[in-house]
């Protein structure tokens, strides 16, 4: 968020009201300083909001939501008896989409298993999850903060097809969720 333009003006912007306010140097800086901080702070809620969301819904009952719902699933990915990553696959939030995509979800692969083509495989396992029961895309969202994510899904063959903040604070925080869609190539 601190190489987006609008967030920078704001820093400055900041700077030089308080620097114009208060005729100070050190406390222009230290009102970054704190806004700096402040932002950390909020950026630490919304991602236990996001986690503890997670936690009550989907994870809470992982069997209900993977393995028993209608077209959806759970892999996992071992390396010597240990799993070294994840990923879901489930009906999509959105009423639209229902019928016509699957949702990839949850996808992880631990820190020292990456760049090992385990994200790629477990990518690719969901979309060939939903061209087996006949759906036309797979769709998924990830933060604006995943560039890793972001870059995987995209070199599988994602495209980003729009951008939204989560909430007011999100919003004032400069901070998005992309949206992806993978059309499954042959599909109705």
């Not at 692969?109 to 060939?128: D, K, N, P, S």
């Not at 036309?136 to 995209?154: F, H, N």
Request: hydrophobic fraction near 45%; glycine fraction near 8%; include cysteine.
């Amino acid at each position: 968020m601190l190489k987006c333009l609008q967030t920078q003006l704001l820093f400055l912007g900041l700077f030089l009201v308080v620097l114009t306010a208060s005729g100070s140097l050190l406390v222009s800086l230290l009102a970054l300083l704190l806004t700096l901080i402040g932002g950390w702070f909020c950026i630490q809620s919304l991602w236990t909001d996001y986690v503890q969301q997670s936690l009550r819904c989907d994870l809470l009952d992982i069997r209900r939501t993977y393995l028993e719902a209608a077209d959806s699933c759970l892999w996992v990915a071992e390396a010597e008896g240990a799993v070294v990553g994840m990923v879901g696959a489930v009906l999509p939030e959105d009423p639209l989409e229902r019928g016509r995509a699957l949702e990839l979800k949850r996808m992880s692969v631990g820190r020292e298993h990456r760049g090992r083509g385990i994200g790629r495989a477990l990518c690719r396992t969901v979309i060939h999850f939903a061209q087996e029961r006949g759906y036309s895309a797979v769709v998924l969202s990830t933060s604006m903060v995943q560039y890793s994510a972001q870059k995987l899904y995209e070199s599988v063959g994602f495209q980003r097809v729009s951008e939204r903040s989560p909430s007011l604070l999100a919003s004032f925080l400069q901070f998005s969720v992309f949206y992806y869609r993978y059309e499954i190539p042959g599909s109705r």
